[in-house]
Structure formats: structure tokens, C-alpha cells
């Protein structure tokens, strides 16, 4: 558990909400205006889980406080309920982490420590990672990333609301995050703008993923339901600035009483027709669309479909900035130095220019003239010399240009490949995560294949089963004459190579299937592109990564963001 990613922000968000002790049965306590809540036996479970929480002693901590003499914490986040959260620092690896704390006896201890190894075990960068889990001296604690360079949703918000390809972006990387947590079985039911975050880079990170709710005590009926729900609301909310419910939440101004849910784009000029359509069909989900055409979307895998469904939205174009025009100084004027004129006009005429000295007419200038005439003279006739000689040697050579132009029509020249479609995309191994294989060869940079992260050694923690490596594995669909192939890595630093499985291999899932080499095995950029002068016939590409970047002291994991094959 302990080898898990390290980076960023966390809180046991409690703002602009009621406390837990109201409503712990909820299937979202955000105000989102769900109507669907857990049964009656979940509601009375929450009932009798915030009365025994009431009872429970919290731990006795404070700043400088020692957990398992490696985290110290600093300073107290939230205290609510019975748990604490903290940001602290992890004295071994010399890193900022947030810690969740709650007395072992407490009613929700069991749980929040299933949610949080259950977490862990996903290791998807899109997610804030869990980095431990642990029951120790009558105390339960949750070690998570800390992200300093990471801003709430809310925050993002404040400010104003976002720009189509921003929005754009949250919708389609949350979305697909959820997708691939549902997938492993893992909900969040707490999704919010206090629990999305957003990088320098542009990227967004899910925090509390299965932890917020079990810290909470919140369970739901049809998880990927309300998860869909809460993506459309973030998505809402990011196109007007508005929280889609009449009730005001996360510092958002809701609708007007009334008028019931209404298309973003009715509710503020200039919001995009096509983002306006996919918020109203996570949102509702009893048929009642923007368009009333497309189905309404009730799983983040559907949502994510429809996203990708959609045209690409570009992010906007730099505006441009003139250079401010030139502007002569009182220096250049000849002014400077001047002094006032009577009367304190600051408008003076400018001084007439000092003509140049005559030449010389001395007897010692014209000497100079005439010597300098005769160096010139000299000079010019011993170029002229060099130049015959050199055109009358050149006479008597027999002329190549004829067979060496023939020798260069001879030579065959190279022509540009044409960009070959990958059908399909494969983990070598199947180990890190399969299922985001096609990520890699989708076109979009902006989303990648990314490895597990590894402990103390590059070559995939020197484990006995990564002896191979991993990488990626593209099907041409057919045997192909390959002659480039380039490759965006999710981070420069991997030893990688390419390889090309024969033109009679059929499925290869192993790597002595790859019997071509297209690019020999070193340490790479963050890119890297080859062109060959012999093609190589092949249907199956791989992109073979035996050893990772860093990602953080002592920790190893990379990726790859896109493959492209011309031929």
C-alpha cells in the first residue's frame, strides 16, 4: 500500500452542506437535488452510525504529532464528526501528504478502511492516490497525496465560468476516470466542485474517491447513477457559474425558484450548444433532454461515450499582441542636454547638423590615397590570376556531371508514408491497466496508457513477473509496409524500443513475437520518432518499455500518450 503515488490535495470537504449528523443516508448531501436516497435500513443504519459517533472520544492529536513515527502532522483541516484531517509530512520521503484520522472503536473505521485500500489498489493518476492505510495505537489513519499545485473546482469557479475547451475537458477526463472506477467496482458518491481539482498543467484530479463517502457514511441504491448526476452538475455549474438546483452550494448561486431545471444554455449567452445538450442528459435522466432526440446518459461509461461522440473542441487561439510603436526619444531628437529657452517652450528647433570634415588635401592624404588605390589594384589582379589558373585546371578534368547525375537518378528516392489506422490496442503483459490501452493510440495526447507506480528500482521494481517489461502493442488490422512510427510518452525518462511482430505472427501476446526491430532499445525524450529506409511488413507494433521515468523519490512510472504508424 505504501508504494503508492505521492503529490497532492485533500480535505474532508464540509462546506456550504449540512452537517453529516442530518442526512448520513443520502446518496448525495451536496444539495444536488437527487431525490433518490438509500432505504429505509440504510437511513436508520445512519441514524444509529452518527449516534455511536457522538459517543466516540476523538483521538487527543495536535500539531508535531507522530504517526507511525513517519507522518507529523501540521495542521488540522476539518474536525468533524468524530475524524480529523490533516495536512502533515512524511519525514522518510521528505513530502507534503493529507491524513484522515479516526479512533478505531469509531462506527465507520471498518469501512473507511476497506474504501481506502480498495482505492489504492486502482492506481489511476487521475485520481489523488492513497498512499497507506492503516490500523495502529487505537487509531485508524488514511495517508493520501497532497497536490500544491492543484486549485478546487470552487475556486475555478469563483472567478468565473469556464471556457468551452476547459469545460470541455473536465467532463470528458472525469467522466472517463469514473468510468474506469466503476469498472473496478469502486463509486464515489460525493462528486463535487470541492472534490475536483485542477492542475497547472490543465489536468483534473478526483479526490476521496470511495473514502469521502465511507467518512460519511453515505451509501446509494444505483451508484453510477448518482456519480452521472454529479458529473453533470459539475459540468452545469462550470458552463453558467450556477449550481443546477434552487438550493446555493459549493459558493454557486442555484436557479431561480420555480422554474425548474433549465438547458444551460437558456440560462447564459454563449454557452456551447453541444456541452449545453450533454449536462441536460447526465442531469435528467427520465427522457426530459436539451434536445429530446439523444437518450439521456445514466452511467459515467455512457457519458463518456457521448463526450468522445462529440466534435473536438479546440482551446482557444493566443490573442495577439502588437508590438507598441516606435517612438523617437528627446535623445535621438538632439535635445538632450539642452537648456531651457526663454519663455519655457519645450518645442525648440532643432540644431542644424555639423557638416563632415573636408577630405584630406594635405600632401600626407593624398599619399595615403594613392597607396591605398594601389593595394586595391594588386589585390584585384592577383584574384584574377587565382581565377584563371583555377578555370584553366578545371578544363583539363574529365566532366563527372554526367554520370553523376545519372548515379542520383539511379538512386531511389524516399517518399513521405501515409498515416496508417490502428485498429486496436493491447498491454503487453495485461498487468498495469488494459483497459486504458486504447488510450494510446486514440489521437489525443491529452489522454494516455499509464503504468502502475513501482518502488525503489526503474525496471518495474525489479519484480519477477515485469521481467519482460510492458508497453503497447497496435493492430494495423492487416499486414502493413511500416516506415515511421512516432511515440508521445506520458513523461520523458523511459528505456524503451520498438519492435514488429513477423508478417505471418498471428495475435502475439508475448514478446519473443516481436522478432523486428525498428528502433533499438535506449533511454528516450519524451518523444520518439523513426524513419525507415527499408519497410518493415507487419500487422502488430509494439512499443517495448523495460524501464520507467521517475515520478517522484524513489518511485518509478511512466506511460505512453500516443502512437502514430505511417507507411
Not at 412 to 429: D, F, S, T, Y
Request: aromatic share 4%; hydrophobic share 35%.
Amino acid at each position: 500500500m505504501a508504494e503508492r503515488s505521492t503529490a497532492a490535495v485533500d480535505v474532508a470537504d464540509s462546506g456550504d452542506e449540512e452537517p453529516l449528523t442530518a442526512e448520513a443516508g443520502k446518496a448525495t448531501a451536496d444539495g444536488a437535488g437527487t431525490e433518490e436516497k438509500a432505504g429505509k435500513d440504510t437511513e436508520a443504519a445512519g441514524t444509529r452510525e452518527t449516534g455511536a459517533a457522538a459517543d466516540a472520544n476523538p483521538p487527543e492529536l495536535h500539531s508535531g504529532h507522530k504517526l507511525a513515527r513517519r507522518y507529523r502532522l501540521e495542521e488540522c483541516v476539518t474536525r468533524l464528526d468524530g475524524f480529523s484531517s490533516w495536512r502533515a509530512v512524511d519525514e522518510k520521503l521528505r513530502r507534503a501528504v493529507g491524513v484522515h484520522v479516526l479512533p478505531a472503536d469509531h462506527p465507520r473505521a471498518r469501512p473507511v478502511l476497506a474504501a481506502a485500500r480498495s482505492a489504492a489498489l486502482l492506481g489511476d493518476p487521475r485520481f489523488v492516490q492513497v498512499l497507506d492505510a492503516v490500523e495502529e495505537n487505537d487509531l485508524v489513519y488514511v495517508v493520501h497525496e497532497w497536490l500544491p499545485d492543484a486549485t478546487e473546482l470552487t475556486a475555478v469557479l469563483a472567478a468565473g465560468p469556464l471556457e468551452p475547451h476547459d469545460a470541455y475537458q473536465l467532463v470528458s477526463q472525469v467522466s472517463q476516470a469514473m468510468a474506469a472506477a466503476h469498472r473496478e467496482g469502486l463509486a464515489h458518491l460525493r462528486l463535487n466542485p470541492g472534490s475536483v481539482l485542477r492542475t497547472e498543467s490543465g489536468q483534473y484530479r478526483i479526490r476521496g474517491l470511495a473514502v469521502m463517502a465511507a467518512l460519511r457514511g453515505i451509501s446509494a441504491d444505483h451508484p453510477q447513477r448518482t456519480d452521472t448526476v454529479a458529473i453533470g452538475a459539475l459540468l452545469y455549474a462550470g458552463l453558467t457559474q450556477r449550481w443546477p438546483y434552487e438550493k446555493d452550494a459549493y459558493g454557486l448561486s442555484g436557479l431561480p425558484k420555480g422554474v425548474g431545471l433549465i438547458a444551460p444554455d437558456q440560462v447564459r449567452a454563449g454557452v456551447h450548444r453541444g456541452l449545453s445538450e450533454l449536462a441536460m442528459r447526465a442531469l435528467v435522466n427520465d427522457g426530459a433532454t436539451a434536445s429530446r432526440q439523444d437518450q439521456p446518459c445514466t452511467t459515467p461509461e455512457e457519458l463518456a461515450k457521448a463526450v468522445s461522440a462529440m466534435p473536438r473542441i479546440r482551446p482557444p487561439e493566443p490573442a495577439f499582441r502588437p508590438t507598441p510603436a516606435y517612438q523617437r526619444t528627446t535623445y535621438q531628437q538632439g535635445a538632450y542636454g539642452q537648456p531651457p529657452t526663454r519663455g519655457g517652450s519645450s518645442r525648440t528647433p532643432s540644431p542644424a547638423p555639423v557638416p563632415p570634415p573636408p577630405p584630406l588635401q594635405t600632401r600626407t592624404g593624398k599619399a595615403l590615397k594613392w597607396a591605398v588605390s594601389a593595394l586595391l589594384i594588386a589585390a584585384l589582379g592577383l584574384g584574377s590570376w587565382q581565377l584563371a589558373d583555377t578555370l584553366l585546371k578545371d578544363e583539363n578534368k574529365p566532366d563527372p556531371g554526367k554520370s553523376t547525375s545519372e548515379k542520383d537518378d539511379d538512386k531511389p528516392r524516399k517518399v513521405a508514408g501515409k498515416p496508417i489506422k490502428i485498429q486496436n490496442a493491447l498491454e503487453l503483459g495485461g498487468r498495469m491497466a488494459p483497459q486504458d490501452a486504447p488510450q494510446a493510440a486514440d489521437g489525443d495526447t491529452n489522454t494516455a496508457w499509464v503504468t502502475k507506480e513501482f518502488y525503489g528500482y526503474a525496471n518495474f521494481g525489479n519484480l519477477p513477473k515485469y521481467e519482460d517489461g510492458s508497453g503497447i502493442i497496435v493492430d494495423l488490422g492487416s499486414v502493413k509496409k511500416v516506415t515511421d512510427v512516432d511515440v508521445d510518452f506520458h513523461r520523458p525518462g523511459h528505456k524503451a524500443e520498438i519492435l514488429a511482430a513477423g508478417a505471418d505472427t498471428a495475435d502475439p501476446s508475448a514478446l519473443s513475437a516481436f522478432s523486428q526491430k525498428i528502433a533499438p532499445l535506449k533511454n528516450q525524450g519524451s518523444r520518439l520518432s523513426v524513419s525507415l529506409d527499408k519497410p518493415v511488413r507487419t500487422r502488430y507494433v509494439l512499443v517495448h518499455i523495460t524501464e520507467l521515468p521517475v515520478s517522484s523519490p524513489d518511485r518509478y512510472r511512466g506511460g505512453i500518450s500516443e502512437i502514430k504508424v505511417k507507411g
